[in-house]
């Protein structure tokens, strides 16, 4: 396995737009990013972020400034978006319009010079695939955003490129349909062992889709690894806070205790004294309904229902705690707005962050 | 990138290749150009000859002749002057007496004596070293409708002098002297008949008496004129001496005791077209050829119906339709060519801002 | 992409640069620096002289005046009926769409007789409320809107029938009136197109001299008709330099001007099949708007071309016939100046020819310009396309003549000149109806293409040029067009072959007889069969296979 070369390969890759007299913003700084043969990453950032650009560089439309973009070991300085052999869904399908589904689905397939019979066959098929059988010969206008994106995939899929990258791949769709098609391309690429970069701003998408997630900020990767390690230890405040955690905060922290704007919080054993970065998750927020006099208080402000759970946002009033506090508690003890709670901390849910 | 240059290429290609075969279709198609093509005439867009009489040339002395036409008789003889010393073909025809000065002064042609020359009257022989040779002569007149003036128990006009008459008000249309070569016509005959110091209180005269002034020939003769019938409604207008007999050869088949339509002999300008040998021929010896042909007999017994001019070879036999319809004008008004080339700007320019501003 | 996108560019821009620069550049720089030297010493004194005059000052001033009142008057007419052509379907449409090109093919000679026949003395509206327009500036304006109507409605309705109408129905469910739709969402949208069309417009009534002619009388001149007669008439060379100058420098004031206003409007848009953008008319309101627009059709055009029609029938002697029509066909020697059948043949096979080159040229050019990015230059040379349009015929017949005079480029006398010199009017129009549509094209339409295998000419093929096919037809429609009813660049070259049909309606209205008359009016219907028949036919070109 180590001795074959990783699928895509990306060094140190620079993107700069503007033009030479004139350069603009950097894009992309000395990227580094390598994608093993059937695996799949997902690429989470703010918009902004960088991360389609690191898309298009890899697809060859836009141009790299320094760096090395290299597929199965192969440099691809001066080959064309055309020649490279990958696949690219776009944020908002680009599906030909003036071709119907079958059309748009063959299109890849013609470029590439299979025979008829051939691509016949592969567009029916791939329509089954992406759940739209018999499709063919519908417009592409008249479809609604969730079959025009199972198409958009279909197209991609269908010269069966060595590295699919998709960019937002669920962008425009409704949460329901959203999740059943993240788990639906799991399995599909899975089942077909295509190798995935994927693009998105959604974590919980990425999550579900990904092997292993790239976070990036402003042109630079921010952290790398298993949706489980990203989640578990944010890399920093940036990727804490992109990942939705709301309590990140700056503390100073003395015999395995922090002092927050929350109160003294309890860190993780082993954590040594000093100034440090902490992250609370909400699981690590205890609320209870007349709780103890003593320690923080704080009052219900919002409800969010989440599925198996419920996360308050509580506006600490009392007991050396003020700010806003975010905390996730079971269904059914989930006090109401307005309700006045005392607040606790759980170790194990306290994140000391590096850096 | 390669590849969309070379399309480009081939783009390009595509598009020398598609002129070049339609050049290909236009020699097969033409079938009688291209390699005997060796004598070339350039003329302006009025130049007709009947094919008979072309072919009897062309057989008579082997040398095949292209047509050229561009534009009025002023594009042509401007075209030759600007093109001088490499033209455009061998022999030019088409300059008048209104353009002969310029024509000559820019050594437009070479000298050459046509077969035949003698005959010709001397007084249509302008250029005393023969660098022209007259080939026709026209006059340009007003013109009347029969009817109109039958039916209001009116004499047409014969002279300028009538045409400021209070009875012919409002009935005379006339071409702007400054873009229509019949209205700088008759605005010269209005300078010659009076004089350099009088013509501006005719011409105001005419305006008082409700002169109308129109672009162009076409729209004054079709549009204007009533005796075109098409629905014009003034029955005077300036034309050609030879418009009758052409109103009638090509008003259909029927072939009236006369013809609907009158000359004010009193009112004719006299214009004289000539040809020459043009200077850097390619074909000086074919262009001499066709030089004598233009005022050979055939040629001038064709011209009449054709072009609607009088032969200048004196005993050329005149068709029927041209003697039996048209006029013969006595006494047109003539001028130097040299003084209408010294006159002819400030006359417009002063016409102009009289009549028109 | 900054490096390989300057060399594509460059590729594609090589065929039209050429083009431009031998068969108009040259050409006209030769004839105008002839004007402004004299035995090798620049008389720069002249063009004070011509620019102090008084008579100078007038011509310019009507020559822009009226061609900017015509501009707006045929936007007021035809912005409108494109709307109507682009977005409903009614009975006639196709054919009414064809037919409203007829007066930009019509030689002026012609359609300026049958608006005199209109609003002239004796005309109908003299007859019906004793309205005389003749000799007036309005006769011109009107004359001028009708002829050139087909620009507006085929520049600005070819990229109104693709534009989404989804874009203004959003602005519609965000509150904006129907006016602020309009307004704020599609104007903007197509204010490319409609700048473009304003351009084609303006420069077409800045150059016209047979309408001026006719229907303003010899007291309105126009600069155009100023350098013909100074050129071709007097050969007062450097006077018609300096108003040639003149005239660029009033159409690069223009461009620059149509710069400023389109580039902060041109953006990718989002194209629909044009098919499913037209319904029937739904309402009060847009059945009125259509029937006005059909309305001001039948006054401004098709009254004149009846009256045209009506001439065309009319018998020698009285009555109506086929008379004249029959006597196209009769070749009996020498009552006819020009074989009618053969005038027809020669036009279309020059049309066909200018059609090919002008829409490679533009094509060509409108592709390279399309490009995103590409500086001032590249504006610049957008510009310099459009200049033909702003030029004097007879400044380019003359330019032809003292410069295509020498080996291998002796074209004097060769029948190519007049395909070429008309595609050179061409040119510009193919590349004002291809640019808007091609710039609107989403180009990572074009990525998506790249992506999955197609080669740069090969996402020209699949991607553009589907998407663009139809402006490539109305493009070629308006090429065809242009080059059908082309007379004044013809007729200042020496042709040895048969007359097209505007010269041959020319010589047979240069001579008396009602016979001739008549058959003008003949071969005028003629050519508006033709040219319909054509247009017709290529608007019937469909989209080929769609299947994969």
């Known amino acids: 396995m180590t001795a074959t070369p990783p699928l895509l390969d990306v060094r140190g890759v620079t993107v700069t737009y503007g033009s030479r007299t004139a350069p603009g913003h950097t894009a992309l700084h000395g990227i580094d990013l390598a994608v093993a043969e059937h695996e799949t990453v997902c690429v989470l950032g703010p918009s902004g972020s960088g991360k389609s650009t690191l898309l298009r560089a890899v697809a060859g439309l836009t141009e790299v400034g320094a760096g090395t973009v290299l597929l199965a070991g192969r440099d691809q300085a001066g080959v064309p978006a055309h020649r490279r052999g990958v696949g690219l869904m776009f944020q908002d399908h680009q599906l030909f319009p003036q071709r119907d589904v079958g059309g748009n689905i063959a299109f890849g397939l013609r470029m590439h010079k299979i025979p008829r019979q051939e691509t016949e066959r592969r567009v029916a098929e791939l329509l089954d695939l992406v759940g739209l059988p018999g499709a063919q010969r519908r417009a592409v206008g008249s479809l609604s955003g969730g079959e025009q994106q199972r198409v958009a995939l279909a197209r991609s899929l269908a010269p069966r490129p060595r590295l699919l990258m998709l960019d937002e791949p669920l962008g425009q769709l409704d949460r329901d349909l959203r999740d059943r098609l993240v788990v639906e391309l799991r399995q599909l690429f899975r089942d077909l062992g295509t190798t995935v970069l994927a693009v998105t701003h959604d974590q919980a998408e990425a999550f579900a889709l990904a092997d292993r997630v790239v976070i990036m900020r402003d042109g630079r990767i921010a952290q790398t690894g298993s949706p489980v390690e990203v989640w578990r230890r944010p890399a920093d405040a940036f990727v804490a806070r992109f990942l939705g955690f709301r309590n990140v905060t700056e503390a100073d922290v003395t015999d395995g205790g922090a002092a927050t704007p929350w109160g003294t919080v309890p860190v993780p054993p082993g954590t040594p004294d000093g100034r440090h970065r902490l992250l609370i998750r909400p699981s690590g927020v205890r609320v209870g309904v007349g709780g103890p006099e003593e320690g923080p208080r704080a009052v219900v402000r919002a409800r969010t229902f989440r599925g198996d759970h419920v996360l308050l946002l509580l506006e600490c009033v009392g007991g050396g705690a003020r700010g806003e506090l975010e905390a996730a508690c079971p269904l059914r003890s989930a006090p109401g707005e307005g309700a006045a709670v005392g607040v606790g901390f759980d170790a194990a849910e306290v994140v000391v962050l590096p850096g | 990138m390669k590849r969309t240059a070379i399309f480009g290429l081939a783009l390009g290609l595509g598009l020398v290749t598609a002129c070049g075969s339609g050049g290909d279709d236009e020699a097969d198609g033409g079938g009688d150009d291209g390699g005997r093509a060796d004598v070339t005439l350039v003329t302006h867009d009025s130049f007709l000859v009947s094919d008979e009489v072309l072919a009897r040339f062309e057989e008579e002395t082997g040398h095949h002749v292209e047509v050229l036409r561009s534009g009025d008789a002023g594009v042509v003889v401007n075209q030759a002057v600007l093109s001088r010393g490499n033209p455009q073909g061998d022999v030019l025809f088409g300059v008048d007496n209104t353009l002969l000065s310029r024509a000559l002064d820019e050594d437009v042609f070479v000298p050459y004596e046509a077969a035949g020359l003698d005959a010709i009257p001397a007084d249509l022989r302008l250029d005393a070293e023969n660098r022209v040779t007259p080939v026709d002569t026209g006059d340009i007149c007003v013109n009347y409708d029969r009817a109109w003036f039958a039916e209001e128990g009116l004499t047409p006009p014969e002279t300028f002098a009538d045409l400021a008459d209070p009875a012919y008000r409002d009935l005379l249309v006339v071409q702007n002297a400054a873009t229509s070569s019949p209205g700088l016509g008759f605005l010269l005959a209005t300078v010659s008949t009076f004089g350099d110091d009088g013509w501006q209180d005719y011409w105001q005269r005419l305006a008082d008496n409700g002169v109308e002034v129109v672009d162009g020939w076409e729209q004054a003769y079709n549009e204007r004129f009533s005796g075109s019938g098409q629905g014009g409604d003034r029955p005077l207008v300036v034309s050609y001496a030879s418009s009758p007999p052409a109103g009638v050869v090509y008003g259909g088949e029927e072939r009236p005791d006369e013809a609907p339509t009158g000359v004010s002999t009193g009112t004719c300008f006299r214009q004289m077209e000539f040809a020459g040998l043009l200077e850097g021929a390619a074909n000086p010896e074919g262009g001499r050829a066709l030089l004598d042909f233009l005022i050979g007999r055939d040629f001038q017994e064709d011209m009449p119906l054709q072009m609607f001019v009088s032969p200048v070879l004196p005993d050329a036999a005149l068709p029927e339709e041209y003697t039996r319809y048209g006029v013969t004008v006595d006494d047109p008004v003539t001028m130097d060519p040299a003084v209408i080339a010294e006159g002819r700007d400030g006359w417009i320019d002063e016409w102009t801002s009289l009549v028109l501003g | 992409m900054t490096g390989r996108g300057t060399a594509v560019r460059l590729a594609l ?457 139809r402006a490539v037809l109305v493009a070629a429609g308006f090429a065809f067009a242009v080059s059908l009813g082309e007379f004044g660049a013809t007729v200042f070259i020496a042709r040895a072959d048969n007359p097209t049909l505007p010269v041959a309606v020319a010589r047979l209205l240069s001579r008396p007889g009602a016979l001739n008359y008549g058959q003008a009016m003949a071969l005028s219907a003629v050519l508006m069969l033709v040219c319909t028949l054509t247009l017709l036919a290529l608007e019937r070109i469909r989209p080929a296979g769609r299947t994969p």
């Open chain 3, 13 to 469: 821009l090589a065929a039209p640069v050429a083009f431009l620069a031998v068969f108009f550049l040259y050409p006209v720089a030769t004839i105008v620096g002839e004007g402004l030297r004299d035995g090798g010493a620049w008389q720069l004194g002249r063009a004070g002289e011509v620019l102090r005059d008084g008579d100078t000052a007038d011509v310019l001033w009507f020559t822009v005046w009226q061609a900017a009142a015509s501009t707006v008057l045929t936007l007021a007419v035809g912005l409108p009926a494109a709307w109507a052509f682009a977005r409903l379907r009614f009975p006639g449409r196709k054919v009414l769409h064809a037919a409203v090109t007829v007066p930009f093919v019509l030689p002026t000679v012609v359609t300026g007789a049958a608006f005199l026949a209109v609003v002239g003395r004796g005309g109908l509206l003299d007859d019906w409320w004793g309205v005389r327009l003749d000799n007036t500036v309005w006769a011109i304006l009107l004359a001028h809107a009708s002829l050139n109507f087909a620009v507006v409605v085929r520049i600005v309705g070819g990229l109104w029938s693709q534009l989404d109408p989804g874009q203004a129905e959003a602005a519609r469910m965000l509150g904006a009136t129907r006016r602020a739709a309009w307004l704020r969402v599609t104007l903007p949208a197509l204010m490319p197109a409609v700048a473009s069309a304003a351009v084609m417009v303006f420069l077409f009534t800045f150059t016209s001299f047979g309408v001026v002619q006719i229907l303003g009388g010899p007291r309105n001149g126009t600069l155009e008709v100023e350098i013909y007669r100074q050129t071709a008439q007097l050969l007062d060379l450097p006077t018609a330099a300096v108003l040639t100058l003149l005239q660029f420098a009033l159409v690069a004031v223009l461009l620059g001007a149509q710069a400023l206003l389109t580039r902060r409007t041109e953006t990718a848009l989002s194209l629909v099949d044009p098919a499913t953008n037209a319904r029937r008319p739904r309402g009060a309101a847009e059945h009125a708007a259509l029937a006005a627009v059909l309305t001001v059709i039948a006054l401004l055009l098709v009254l004149p071309l009846a009256v045209l029609l009506e001439r065309s029938l009319s018998v020698p002697g009285g009555g109506h016939g086929l008379a004249n029509y029959r006597s196209l066909f009769s070749d009996d020697g020498g009552t006819f100046v020009a074989a009618p059948w053969q005038a027809v043949e020669t036009s279309l096979r020059y049309a066909a020819i200018a059609t090919l080159i002008a829409v490679v040229i533009g094509g060509l050019a409108a592709t390279a310009l399309a490009r995103r990015g590409g500086g001032r230059t590249l504006r610049g040379f957008d510009a310099l396309l459009m200049l033909p349009l702003g030029t004097s015929a007879v400044t380019v017949g003359f330019g032809f003549l003292v410069t295509l005079d020498e080996p291998p480029l002796d074209l004097r006398s060769s029948w190519t000149l007049v395909p070429l010199a008309q595609a050179l009017v061409g040119v510009p129009f193919v590349v004002r109806v291809l640019l808007p549509v091609l710039r609107a094209v989403d180009d990572r339409l074009r990525q998506a293409a790249a992506v999955l295998g197609a080669s740069p000419a090969r996402v020209w093929r699949e991607v553009d040029l589907p998407l663009v096919r």
